[in-house]
């Protein structure tokens, strides 16, 4: 089992609409989530990060967080074609040994149709 | 102001070829970082230096050398690499190096190497 997962897509989302991105992870302790976007060719742009269970909005993103179930999901509202993209998640071990290592999913790639 | 930035922005270098890579933050982050990533791959973690000192070293072999002159700049000095080393290198930094609570890791636009 990985240690944090997502679905690998493509995800294609006709513009205007929802996309939802899904991520699981494995180590139950972990306490800090973060999602990421990255353009073809570019580096990762931080989106959210979200520490506390529930929703976390900011613009058009919502993370949302469920420790129970261990898993961490993103929202696009409006999805636009600039949203086209590669989303990582990304979470960091609960070990203090690991200092700020995070771990990444294997990313999903969204595409968003006109 | 979260600017991370490297250079060059590509690189091409033969198998023989001794090279370096640059990062430079000015965020007062204690923290920096190197990572590889491959096409279609998320990154993977090379190094991490904490307050200066390096804290992880994730078995990376010993053709990539890290070094951090001081708390704004981190190099990865490349000698005698493989093909297989192609690859986008990022440097990223976070304010904290315990990784505590909001820390987060921005990272900068990457280098892209090629091998030959």
């Known amino acids: 089992q990985k240690e944090v997962e997502q679905n690998s897509g493509p995800l294609s989302v006709p513009e205007g609409a929802i996309a939802s991105l899904n991520c699981t992870y494995s180590d139950r302790g972990s306490q800090s989530f973060f999602w990421y976007r990255q353009y073809s060719g570019k580096s990762p742009e931080l989106i959210m990060s979200i520490y506390s269970n529930g929703d976390k909005e900011d613009g058009r993103f919502t993370a949302q967080l469920n420790k129970a179930s261990q898993y961490v999901s993103l929202l696009i509202r409006d999805s636009q074609p600039s949203d086209s993209a590669t989303y990582l998640c990304?979470?960091?071990?609960?070990?203090?040994?690991?200092?700020?290592?995070?771990?990444f999913g294997g990313g999903t790639r969204v595409l968003v149709k006109p | 102001d979260t600017e991370v930035t490297q250079t060059p922005k590509h690189l091409v270098m033969g198998m023989t070829n001794k090279k370096s890579l640059k990062c430079e933050q000015h965020?007062?982050?204690?923290?920096m970082y190197w990572y590889k990533q491959k096409a279609k791959k998320p990154p993977e973690l090379m190094f991490v230096?904490?307050?200066?000192?390096?804290?992880i070293n994730e078995s990376v072999p010993s053709r990539f050398s890290p070094e951090c002159p001081n708390s704004s700049l981190l190099n990865l000095h490349l000698h005698a690499l493989q093909p297989e080393d192609s690859a986008l290198y990022l440097c990223?930094?976070?304010?904290?190096?315990?990784?505590?609570?909001?820390?987060?890791?921005?990272f900068g636009p990457g280098t892209r190497l090629t091998v030959l």
């Open positions: 965020m007062g982050h204690r923290a």
């Open positions: 990304a979470v960091r071990p609960v070990f203090k040994a690991a200092g700020n290592k995070l771990t």
């Open positions: 230096y904490s307050y200066e000192k390096l804290s």
């Open positions: 990223a930094s976070s304010l904290q190096p315990s990784g505590g609570g909001a820390d987060t890791q921005y």
